[in-house]
């Protein structure tokens, strides 16, 4: 077996020509996070791209080697793990050496030879660094205050290290139950927010990792931490009971600062009984609802060596909240852009608002002089009242306050009196476009004296729409900021009124989320908390993570379908099996206690198609499509991991499940299911479970509809997925963009017209009730642009496009449509412009990828031209390049 390897290897390396290639490795990953530190994953996945502007530039071949030494790499020489060259286009690779080491730094270098077998010239070098790995290593111990839970001021902790040896590097790990903040000699560390991100507490806690090398400096080093309550310790109380959560204290963190000096010794300074804490000008904090700050209390210089603490309190030893605490791997939450006011308006000497223009997920920032004991309200809405102050009416419905003290979205700052103060809030973020600010005594403000921080996991983007119609630019410009106002670690509903995982939200958007950014590692990471939250049953609640609520309302195969949806898009948008093989005993038990609970085949567990138009779609009907769907993905993902019995089975239960819904809801001689309106008819379509016959005949229905309801949506949530890709997708794009686009109520346009920047949650913008201005959940469109017009979507065959469907569709209305798509393998571009009677269409594939073209009929007397030349046939197959096709 040896010998047979390394002839394999010698007769590949005589394939392998030594010549070079312009041909490289670019975007270098690990984990999908670049030059990562605080790794816990043993066998960490390598990614990367290849750049090769040259037609059918192809990876042949590839070689990583991993080493402890960077300068090992230069020559691909490599101690650790050398891969020799492997025949293959992969460039998705996981990590197969012997065993990683904690708290180490490894770097890997990628070569690839080219269509031509020919090496890359430039070799690409990355790095990552593994953390803890385990629990055992582990040195540091919980600690908190001596305060219980319902004490509402926020907790400092400090203490003074000395270091005497010159330091090659510093690392902080640090995790907590609530939220924190990090500082060393009076700087806070890093740039992230409300780290770490909300998980089960009890059964799944983060820890973040920072490089402090260039903070400490040689003897006396001062380290302090803020404690902030975020979901653990939640005081606020609301509908969903998460002031009674089973995990609920008082935050608490654990630290190991580990320090390697330049002679190879290593010391660990821990969280321990050693430290100091005194109560903060935190007085109160709530992720839900607001902060509080009295800076008459500040302790000036807490966090620095010098400062006095002799007055401060011993801590106490906590247990751990959970005993599973692992790294978190994610893009992290930022203030990822700052927004100056747009308009200042002054009712009187005490009263005055801003408006940022445009409605954000985030915090303010005010910056102002007064006397000491002023105290500023700071109230964040998305509307106004008719007399212009702050209208909370629409957002604050599900709070349940039980006194004054906790107005909602309402921060409130005392001032200090000495000089110019500025405050933004630590552990709160809103929902909001305008800051109704209240002050107790007269104050002179101006539109500088406010700004907005849009705050959200701070995702790469990924995707770029633009077209000759600038209401669809409108369009896909606020479904993207909805998207990104919703992204908090884990995907949200809405950033003010509840801010919980809906489940039904997440699925609906999850496209849109992938073609605009790059999502992978907040998706693994909730795909974990469903994980931790799924019953021995099966069952899922409705909102993840949860302290309990939703087991028994809002859940079902409409909504908590996102157990199969999300692993198998994210399969699909990266070609990563990862994600499936994670959760595949999950989506099984899943499926298995739907098929136990309705052995019919048809299932009438969920909410339905929520906040419809006016027609309301059978729950029944909707369920048991997306009962199907799992079922589907299923089965497909026992093929994929090779569980032959499983996708025999679970083919089976598709099939019956198909049957049972087609014998109950299609008519077959006049191709309509149930009644016929718009969700009815678009649901089955897109999830697939039409027989192959009646398609056409049912499609034809759906536009029939459509037309008959003036070309505007009559759809909820659930019917707002199907309906433009179940038109687009059988022949009426030019109908689906007629709805798209249109301009009155009901549509996005319409939301549009009257001044949204976000997308909204109920379709009249004067509803009674479910009126957030920021919801994500009708945010299809989003996606359905680059699959309806722009035509871009994965192949199933070969995921992670691999190879490109590329279908556009050249739609009435519109005279210009491009959209890029950053995948796995480089920029999709997908363009077309009318040129008179005629269109032009742009397409670019990168390196290593290839796609399947599938043209539009042309128009009576025109001919198809590629690059010059006259094709016929309507599919081409094309590798990578650009092209340029002419209809005319």
């Not at 390396?13 to 041909?23: E, H, K, M, V, Y």
């Not at 071949?61 to 050398?82: E, M």
């Not at 705050?455 to 209401?471: A, F, I, K």
């Not at 992670?800 to 491009?818: A, C, S």
Request: aromatic fraction near 12%; hydrophobic fraction near 35%.
């Amino acid at each position: 077996m040896v010998k047979q390897f390394c002839f394999a290897l010698l007769l590949l390396s005589t394939i392998i020509s030594s010549a070079q290639t312009p041909a490289h490795a670019v975007k270098l990953e690990t984990e999908y996070l670049t030059d990562p530190i605080g790794l816990d994953n043993p066998e960490p996945r390598f990614t990367w791209q290849m750049a090769d502007n040259r037609q059918g530039a192809k990876q042949t071949a590839y070689r990583i080697v991993v080493d402890t030494d960077s300068l090992a790499l230069s020559k691909a020489g490599g101690q650790l793990w050398n891969t020799g060259w492997i025949k293959s286009e992969r460039t998705l690779v996981k990590y197969a050496g012997p065993l990683l080491k904690p708290f180490s730094k490894y770097f890997w270098r990628i070569d690839l030879a080219d269509q031509n077998g020919k090496q890359s010239v430039k070799a690409g070098i990355s790095s990552f660094e593994t953390g803890m790995m385990r629990m055992g290593n582990w040195k540091g111990s919980w600690i908190s205050d001596t305060e219980n839970k319902q004490l509402k001021p926020a907790p400092y902790f400090r203490k003074v290290v000395e270091t005497r040896k010159k330091i090659r590097s510093a690392r902080a790990y640090i995790a907590a139950a609530g939220l924190y903040e990090l500082s060393i000699n009076g700087a806070k560390i890093g740039n992230h927010r409300m780290d770490p991100m909300y998980t089960r507490f009890d059964r799944r806690t983060l820890y973040v990792t920072y490089d402090i090398t260039k903070c400490l400096v040689s003897g006396k080093n001062a380290i302090g931490v803020i404690l902030g309550n975020g979901w653990y310790n939640h005081q606020s109380t609301a509908v969903w009971d998460f002031d009674k959560a089973p995990w609920r204290n008082r935050p608490a963190f654990c630290l190991d600062l580990r320090i390697t000096y330049e002679d190879g010794s290593v010391e660990t300074i821990t969280s321990g009984k050693d430290w100091k804490t005194a109560l903060s000008p935190i007085i109160f904090n709530s992720i839900y609802t607001a902060e509080h700050y009295d800076a008459r209390l500040e302790k000036t210089g807490w966090n620095t060596v010098s400062f006095d603490d002799s007055s401060w309190k011993n801590v106490i030893n906590r247990s751990a909240p959970s005993g599973n605490i692992v790294a978190q791997a994610l893009h992290p939450i930022r203030n990822v852009e700052e927004i100056a006011v747009k308009s200042l308006k002054k009712f009187n000497d005490t009263t005055y608002i801003f408006d940022l223009g445009r409605n954000i997920s985030g915090v303010s920032k005010i910056t102002v002089k007064g006397a000491a004991g002023t105290v500023l309200r700071l109230k964040h809405a998305e509307r106004l009242y008719p007399d212009g102050r702050a209208d909370m009416s629409n957002i604050d419905v599900h709070y349940r306050p039980t006194d004054n003290q906790d107005p909602f979205q309402v921060d409130i700052l005392t001032l200090s009196g000495k000089g110019e103060e500025s405050f933004m809030p630590h552990f709160n973020y809103k929902g909001f476009q305008y800051v109704e600010v209240t002050s107790s005594v007269p104050l002179e403000l101006n539109k500088t004296s406010l700004v907005g921080y849009f705050m959200h996991s701070d995702v790469p983007v990924t995707g770029n729409v633009t077209s000759s119609e600038p209401l669809i630019n409108q369009i896909w410009s606020a479904t993207n900021n909805s998207y990104l106002s919703n992204l908090f670690g884990y995907p949200t509903d809405c950033p003010q009124r509840e801010k919980n995982g809906w489940t039904g939200d997440a699925q609906i958007a999850i496209e849109t989320g992938l073609y605009n950014f790059d999502g992978i590692t907040i998706y693994e990471k909730w795909l974990a908390d469903h994980r931790d939250e799924q019953q021995p049953n099966g069952v899922l609640p409705s909102i993840i993570p949860t302290d309990g609520w939703g087991y028994e309302w809002g859940n079902g195969p409409d909504w908590t379908s996102t157990i199969a949806i999300i692993p198998w898009n994210i399969y699909m948008f990266y070609g990563d099996q990862k994600l499936l093989a994670d959760c595949y005993e999950n989506i099984r038990k899943y499926v298995n206690h739907i098929d136990e609970g309705y052995p019919s085949g048809l299932t009438g567990w969920g909410l339905g198609d929520w906040v419809p138009v006016k027609s309301k779609a059978p729950v029944e009907l909707t369920s048991t499509c997306y009962y199907y769907a799992d079922a589907v993905i299923l089965a497909k993902t026992a093929k994929i991991l090779g569980k032959t019995s499983d996708y025999k089975k679970y083919t089976e239960l598709a099939s019956k499940i198909k049957a049972a819904f087609n014998a109950k809801y299609l008519n077959k001689e006049t191709g309509i299911y149930g009644a016929g309106v718009q969700t009815e008819l678009s649901v089955p379509l897109y999830w697939n479970i039409v027989p192959e016959e009646y398609k056409a005949k049912v499609a034809q229905n759906l536009a029939k509809r459509v037309e008959a309801d003036g070309f505007h949506l009559d759809v909820g949530l659930l019917g707002t997925k199907a309906i433009l890709n179940a038109l687009s997708e059988n022949g009426y794009a030019d109908i689906a963009y007629r709805v798209a686009s249109q301009k009155t109520y009901p549509s996005w346009g319409w939301w549009m017209a009257n001044g949204a920047t976000t997308l909204y949650e109920n379709w009249p913008i004067d509803a009674k009730s479910d009126i957030s201005m920021n919801h994500i959940m009708f945010g299809e469109i989003g996606a359905w642009l680059y699959k309806g017009i722009a035509g871009i979507r994965p192949d199933p065959a070969k995921p992670g496009f691999k190879n490109v469907i590329l279908e556009p569709h050249f739609v009435k209305g519109l005279d210009h449509f491009e959209a890029i798509h950053n995948g796995p393998y480089g920029n999709i571009v997908s363009s077309w412009t009318r040129k008179g009677s005629g269109v032009s269409y742009r397409v670019e594939i990168p390196a290593n990828a290839t796609a399947s073209v599938i043209l539009p009929v042309p128009a009576e007397g025109q001919k198809v031209y590629l690059d010059g030349k006259v094709v016929a046939g309507s599919i081409k197959q094309l590798v990578s390049g650009v092209y340029n096709f002419y209809f005319r």
